[in-house]
Every structure is written in C-alpha cells, then in structure tokens.
C-alpha cells in the first residue's frame, strides 16, 4: 500500500514589475521587485497604480519564477548586489516575501525589503511571520514619511504609530535599515519636524544611513491616467537649500560608510 504524499503549494505573489539593474534601492546593483498592494495614500506617492492588490497589468508569480528572472542578472550585482522588494508594500504579502528571501538567501543572494511599515504589528499571526522574514532579510530601507501623526495622517491618510513601533523593534532585535526621508515643501519640509526625526533616530541603536529623498512631481502624471485628484498640485520640489538643512538636521554625513552590517 503506497504512502499518500502531500505536495507543498506554491506561494503567489502578485507582482506589479521588477526592475533588471537598479541602483538606488540598497547596496550594489540590484533586482527590484515591485510588489502590488499599499494602504498608505501619500500624496507624493510616484506608484498609486500599485495602491490596489488587484491590478490586470500585474502578474500572479512564485518565488521561483521571480528568482528565475533574477538570476541571468547575478553576474552584474558583484559582493554588494541582490535582490530588493519594493511595492506598494511588500508586508501586505509576508507570505510571498517568506518564501522569496528563504529561497534568495539559499542561493547566497543579498536581501533587503524596502517597506513604509505601516502593516507591522506585535499580534500574532503578523508578529511571528515578521521574525521568520527577517531570519532571511539582510537590510530594510525603512521609509519614515512624518515624524508628527497629525501631520503624518494628512500626508498619508494612515498613522505612523505602528510605523515607529517596528522601527524601535527593529532596533530590539538589531536589524540594518537605511532611513529614508521624503522631502516635501508644506507637509514634511519644517525644521520642527526635522529635529523631531532626527531625535527620534538617534534613539535607535541600527541605522547605518539616513537618506533625503526629494519629493519630484514625476509620478504626477499617473494620478491623471487614474483620474485622481493630484493632492501637491503646484508645490514644487525642495531647493537645494532646504534639502541641504534637512541634510544637516538629520545629520545624514554621521552615517556614510556604514553600508551594512
């Protein structure tokens, strides 16, 4: 009499794009995967396509299928490269992400997650399928939007409290981020806030770089071809002053050379 045997099922992901040589999303040249999903509405946002997890220009993957395309570009990534899911965000689908840094880090592929945060919670099931994934992540570019939640709720329509709470578990356990901060004249761009974030920052014992993004109008034109309502219509980007004070507040020149653990 045979044995009955169970075959495992395939986790699916639903992928938005990926990006073959990426060189701003972590160490090194990278994969990007861009994952569809975000509860997050920012009004800077250069993605709202990948805000809904259903979109009929994304595409239903496993792991191996993404790590197949990933592979004919290992050779570029050199000792700093791999792989970086990006979105939407990447936490909306743990289940997926799972199964892709286990099988990445299997092959020796560098990892990193580049997440706003906003889903984490200490609850369980999350908490625990959060501590499995970050056996396999080696970095988080950790996105803090607004260090204020009243500020941050306009910016975002969401609080950050669950955002600040996984940055200082984060620390807990000493896992890498990259901070990243969107720069934005009228919502972020006050020295008040600023001062705030980097406080707040400085607090956290597991940050190797601190990073200033400008806000730029370049998404703008894909809130039209979704009929929304573009929120920053006629705010401009920063000047070079004000990105160079936010620079400086956040004290980002204390951080370069501290690429990852």
């Not at 600023?194 to 190797?208: C, M």
Request: proline fraction near 5%; include cysteine.
């Amino acid at each position: 009499m045979s044995e009955n045997t169970t075959q495992e099922q395939p986790v699916y992901g639903i992928v938005h794009s990926t990006e073959s040589f990426g060189s701003v999303d972590g160490p090194g040249v990278r994969f990007i995967v861009f994952l569809q999903g975000c509860k997050m509405r920012c009004q800077f946002c250069h993605n709202p396509d990948t805000w809904m997890l259903q979109n009929p220009k994304a595409r239903k993957r496993t792991a191996d299928d993404v790590l197949e395309e990933a592979s004919h570009y290992k050779s570029y990534w050199g000792k700093k490269g791999g792989i970086t899911v990006s979105g939407g965000e990447p936490l909306l689908q743990i289940d997926f992400l799972i199964d892709l840094f286990k099988k990445a880090k299997a092959q020796g592929i560098h990892t990193t997650v580049d997440t706003c945060g906003q889903p984490f919670t200490r609850e369980e099931p999350f908490f625990s399928k959060f501590n499995e994934l970050m056996e396999y992540t080696d970095l988080l570019l950790f996105d803090i939007k607004q260090i204020d939640e009243k500020a941050h709720k306009l910016l975002t329509r969401q609080s950050n409290k669950s955002i600040l709470d996984m940055a200082q578990y984060l620390s807990e356990i000493g896992k890498p981020v990259w901070i990243r901060h969107v720069l934005v004249p009228e919502r972020s761009d006050y020295d008040e806030y600023l001062i705030r974030l980097n406080d707040f920052i400085k607090s956290l014992n597991n940050v190797d770089k601190v990073e200033i993004l400008p806000y730029h109008t370049m998404g703008k034109y894909k809130w039209e071809e979704l009929n929304l309502d573009y929120p920053l219509d006629g705010i401009l980007p920063p000047t070079e002053e004000r990105v160079n004070n936010a620079k400086q507040l956040l004290h980002t020149a204390d951080y370069v050379g501290y690429l990852t653990r």
